[in-house]
């Protein structure tokens, strides 16, 4: 026998027997697997439910939502969930909503302020180290996202995308839990091109607890939800075609690239509701190799190394292949703005290098003498940044730094300061070429550098490979820096602890 106690998010069974409280139900949560004392997740399910923990008795281990004091002998509990945590959220890079529109969406490019933190500790050459370190996610070549998905507190998300896994990060035990796709569930993988997902709170639809995002997959789009008291996910389908590219959000719209049953490449249109509108075919266009999304000047664009597909919300797509012998090098970065407001694209025609105008059936061309690594005006020609035009000659203050190499991760747009700032890896010593840099060159030695009104060194890293692998994210207050190589993810704090 059991009472039951209905809260108004969740209903209660209390065990006449032992006092002790099990969760049946809560709202969007779906079903309950309440296991939450036996997997050591009571704390973490306590505070994402806002729920009651003992504070000086144990006649039950948790206790509804509400619960002031203990039934059974009147002593105080802790109230949790009272007063919601207010941290930015974090879907990687690409996906920040905040950037205004003359930033490039869709590249590295955070709105957060970063550099006010991390340029007061001691500048460069003093070589700083982490504060803080976490374990890696089991399937380490995973995207991050950090956000409260509807519950009071934010939470750490990592997506496997080759592997179709979805990891959660219980911060008050201090592990890894992979969610366990619910019956029915969609295989969560995709290969096809590089993973985007678009945040569920970006949209126009009622906010469900349990809200991740819309996940693009082999089999179609999906939105993606989360249950951490039962440590599982559940979707549901949006758009049932194979999805071939990470989907795009302008202007409320959302586009879609999908495979046709025909084989050709498709353009599904979306309200920022998920109500359907327009498709198009856009013929024999290529079905992998895309990059995510750049959202620019009122147009989303898709680039492939054959060529570019744009879309404007309320019009055709237009696919735009590359001029005559010129190919993108898309690995050196992403597109960049010159400063008249027009985008380029560094590549190469097999001679030499050059920037591209991007968007424009006869584009111009900006010959350069040398690759240059970076996006959105976060450049650099070796060990120097570029500040003026993309094709501009590199601002040399040190020498020294033309024997080394650097690679931005990040960079933070910040209004109030007129040079580009942000994370970056410089490569010590290094003459050879930036695209075997990139590869699978083993670096001897790296730094983490924040590039700023003060450059800071935040760590350094021996024997680096696939440095193109490193991800950074912003979490609880700090900036991450995660390599599928690293046993640990590296961590810096944001704020001076108080
Ligand atoms: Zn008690």
Known sequence: MAYRWETPASIWLEDEHSGQFELASSDGLGRIDWQAAARG????????????????????????????????????????????????????????????????????????????????????????????????PPNAHCVFAAATCGFPEQRLLALAPGRGVLQYWDPL???????LPEEGAADLAFGASDYGWLPTSHLQVPARRGDVALVPTARGLYRLAINPVSETCRTEAVLAAPVVAAPGLMRRQLGVLVRNPGGTLGLCCLGADLSPGPQFDCGALPLTGWTRPIGYDGQLFWLHGEGQLVWRPGEAPRWLAWPDTWLPS???????????????????????????????????????????????????????????????????????????????????????????????LRFHKYTGRAEEALANRVIARTTVEWIGRRNVILDEVARLARPLDCVPFVYANRLWLHHPDWNRIRGWNLEVPT
């Open 330 to 424: 898309l690995d050196l970065g992403g597109p960049t703005l010159s400063r008249d407001g027009r985008m380029w694209l560094i590549g190469h025609d097999g001679q030499s290098y050059s920037f591209l105008e991007l968007g424009t059936e006869r584009p111009q061309r900006e010959p350069i003498d040398g690759a240059r690594l970076g996006f959105a005006n976060l450049l650099f020609r070796r060990g120097h940044p570029v500040v003026d035009e993309p094709w501009s000659g590199e601002h040399v203050e040190d020498q020294h730094e033309d024997d080394s190499l650097v690679l931005p991760l990040l960079r933070s747009f910040n209004n109030n300061r007129s040079q580009p700032s942000g994370l970056v």
């Open 173 to 179: 035990a201090e592990v890894w839990h992979v969610l």
């Open 41 to 136: 997740r009571l704390a973490d399910c306590a505070h994402l439910l806002g729920a009651s923990l003992p504070r000086s008795c144990d006649h039950a281990a948790i206790y509804p939502e509400g619960f002031a004091f203990c039934p059974t002998c009147g002593r105080p509990l802790e109230r949790l969930g009272a007063a919601p945590e207010r941290h930015p959220d974090w879907w990687g890079p690409y996906a920040d909503a905040l950037l205004p529109r003359h930033v490039p969406h869709g590249l590295p490019v955070t709105s957060l302020a970063l550099g006010d933190s991390l340029e007061e500790r001691p500048p460069a050459p003093e070589v700083g180290r982490f504060d803080v370190a976490m374990p890696p």
